[in-house]
């Protein structure tokens, strides 16, 4: 069974610039998260989607978006980048058949996408 | 509102020693808490999680925590360490109803031969 896949898995943007990463979950999973890692903050949750919907937000501000689509894939787009988005950004899946928090059910984690704002 | 604690950035212990790596949150309804375990070069992995039941929670690789719910603790132990155990471990708490997922700050596991 392949694994969550994220892509591009490196990334270079100047400031002020737009991105969007992308996120593959395993086969039969529907929800999706996505996480930030940086140095200085740590790990943080974005946000969570299920059935093209978002369940769970973290603390980010607007320029931080995403979407699921109808086969589960995830996009998560960041606006008017600043240098402190500079971070590994993580995308999970897991089943949650039943549809309640994702955490019920074991995350499946992706390799992450490097972003660098310059 | 939420939070978690890792008191210990570094933790080193010998191979064949139990470990224990600490974790302690505030939240103010039920909990949901989580550890995960990020290897070099292997990104994060999920090793277990509290919902509810059974205080002593055993997960992947032989690692099992006990929630305390009067200290507020969710420490991670292993009764005997691995040199393979050296990883990066973050303790995480969901909070039902606040929708949201936070982690500590993270812990450094060494474990020497």
């Known amino acids: 069974k392949a694994g969550v896949t994220q892509t591009p898995r490196y990334l270079i943007k100047t400031r002020g610039q737009q991105v969007t990463l992308s996120c593959s979950p395993i086969?039969?999973?529907?929800?999706v998260s996505w996480y930030q890692q940086t140095p200085g903050q740590g790990l943080q949750f974005l946000f969570e989607y299920f059935s093209e919907t978002q369940r769970n937000k973290g603390n980010f501000p607007g320029r931080f978006s995403g979407r699921q689509f109808s086969n589960s894939r995830s996009e998560m787009n960041v606006s008017t980048l600043e240098l402190g988005d500079s971070a590994l950004y993580l995308c999970a899946s897991s089943r949650n058949l039943a549809g309640g928090p994702p955490w019920d059910n074991e995350q499946f984690f992706g390799p992450g996408t490097r972003l660098t704002v310059l | 509102a939420q939070s978690v604690a890792q008191p210990e950035d570094q933790v080193n212990v010998a191979e064949g020693n139990p470990l224990t790596v600490k974790c302690t949150y505030s939240v103010s309804g039920n909990p949901y808490l989580f550890w995960y375990v990020q290897y070099p070069n292997r990104g994060l992995q999920f090793l277990l999680k509290?919902?509810?039941?059974?205080?002593l929670v055993k997960g992947s690789y032989g690692f099992e925590a006990e929630f305390n719910k009067s200290q507020t603790s969710f420490h991670l132990k292993k009764p005997s360490a691995l040199v393979s155990d050296s990883a990066l471990y973050f303790c995480a708490v969901f909070e039902t109803g606040a929708n949201n997922l936070f982690f500590g700050t993270g812990t450094r596991l060494t474990v020497i031969p």
């Open positions: 086969s039969g999973h529907r929800s």
């Open positions: 509290y919902i509810t039941g059974d205080n």
